[in-house]
């Protein structure tokens, strides 16, 4: 028993902390209005962020992609599980990115957490040392790719472009590989990609873009913070995510032919896993297509739209933002992501279920997942919004009472 009561003393610890996380049933497709435990909420904490994921078109194409396929692939892709699907689909990703990376070839993989795995291990795996330079408020499955590829991990200040070539000047490593969340998860600051990127080319670097909650999402034809900033290089390697705006599930990485290649053989994260679903990628190639399209553009012109109303609803509502250090204060961003900071682990739990109590589904998010003392209301929007939703989540947050300096009483709601 001893083993036990020592989980049992850590998980203790967690609910003193005010840290223990709990999962929440949904009984309904993933969009705005769901049911949870039999109650209906409004959800603003997917990353569904063009509402693909209910998308009857999206819906048909998994559909038909079963009937195609059937249910699993069967093996991994370098056996017998690699299917046209998957052929389609890489293809297609690297004629759209073609204007981007000379060359241009994509992988599917089966998540983006395995994605980042797979190119922070392969590409540092070759000969002679690597060095990894990774802001710090990169994604988890960065931190554990960089952990995993046993480079020399240097972690620089979140966005500091200076202090960054710095380091990469002193490094001495055969191999450099800068690596960034395109829109941090958490936050949705945008990184400087394009000095980034000018940086990696004059001191010899790769530029891993993880676009997670970019792609679909900014640049003109959805295809994310590259196109946003129209970034082009053979040093840059993509990696983006199929299961927040194109609705479904999956990653890929996008890059010279020569980097794929690579990861085909020795990424292990992408060589020692069953292949996904063949139908999952015959849907997204249904999602690629409304992404890129005229439906595209239009959802995400709503989406901007009801960024406006949100920003300009939200600062009639929150105290005096003059002193930018007082919680609650929100953090504005150009990208569906808008927290609200509260700074305090229960005081943010506290309102996510003041929230709650008025159905408005908003997760709060603390520590490790952001730094201790900044843990805030992570507000998501989607396409599939209207406006009145928005209006409802700023009634909400109307109701709670915020006083300034951290001291947030949502109880009072
Ligand atoms: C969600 C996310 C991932 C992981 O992608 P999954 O497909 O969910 O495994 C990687 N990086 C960032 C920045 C993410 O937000």
Redesign the pocket.
């Known amino acids: 028993m001893k083993l036990l009561d020592q989980l049992t003393q850590d998980l203790a610890e967690l609910d003193a902390r005010g840290l223990r996380r709990v999962r929440q049933v949904v009984q309904t497709p993933c969009a705005p209005h769901q049911t949870v435990d039999g109650q209906s909420r409004l959800n603003f904490s997917s990353?569904d962020y063009l509402g693909l994921a209910k998308h009857p078109q999206v819906l048909a194409a998994l559909q038909e992609g079963v009937s195609l396929y059937g249910a699993g692939s069967g093996a991994s892709h370098l056996i017998s599980g690699h299917s046209l699907a998957h052929e389609q689909l890489e293809n297609k990703l690297a004629q759209l990115y073609a204007p981007h990376i000379p060359q241009a070839r994509a992988l599917s993989l089966c998540?983006?957490?395995?994605?980042?795995l797979a190119v922070l291990s392969a590409l540092t795996a070759g000969a002679g040392d690597a060095e990894i330079f990774s802001d710090a408020l990169?994604?988890?499955?960065?931190i554990d790719g960089a952990r995993l590829s046993r480079a020399k991990v240097t972690v620089y200040p979140h966005l500091d472009v200076n202090t960054l070539r710095a380091q990469l000047r002193i490094s001495q490593a055969a191999t450099k590989l800068v690596v960034t969340?395109s829109?941090?998860?958490m936050d949705g600051h945008i990184a400087p990609l394009p000095e980034l990127l000018r940086l990696c080319e004059a001191e010899g670097a790769w530029l891993v873009v993880?676009d997670?909650?970019g792609f679909g999402v900014l640049g003109r034809s959805g295809l994310g913070a590259i196109e946003h900033v129209d970034l082009h290089s053979p040093n840059l390697v993509l990696?983006g995510?199929?299961?927040?705006a194109a609705g479904v599930?999956?990653?890929f990485v996008a890059a010279h032919a020569t980097v794929i290649e690579c990861l085909v053989q020795r990424a292990r994260a992408y060589i020692y896993t069953t292949a996904a679903p063949p139908a999952l990628a015959h849907a997204v190639l249904t999602s690629l297509d409304i992404i890129t399209g005229a439906q595209g553009m239009a959802l995400r012109a709503h989406l901007n739209d009801l960024l406006a109303v949100w920003q300009t609803g939200v600062a009639d509502t929150l105290p005096s933002q003059d002193d930018a250090a007082q919680a609650p204060w929100l953090m504005t961003s150009a990208t569906p992501i808008q927290p609200l900071v509260v700074g305090d682990n229960r005081a943010v739990m506290r309102a996510s279920q003041a929230l709650l109590d008025q159905g408005l589904w908003v997760t709060g998010i603390r520590t490790p997942t952001v730094p201790q003392g900044t843990a805030r209301l992570r507000i998501t929007f989607s396409a599939a919004h209207t406006h009145d939703d928005v209006a409802r989540l700023i009634e909400g947050l109307r109701a709670l009472s915020f006083t300034p300096g951290m001291a947030l009483t949502a109880e009072a709601a």
């Open positions: 990353n998540t983006g957490y395995m994605a980042n990169n994604h988890a499955s960065i969340d829109v941090f998860s993880d997670a909650h990696m995510t199929l299961g927040k599930a999956g990653a």
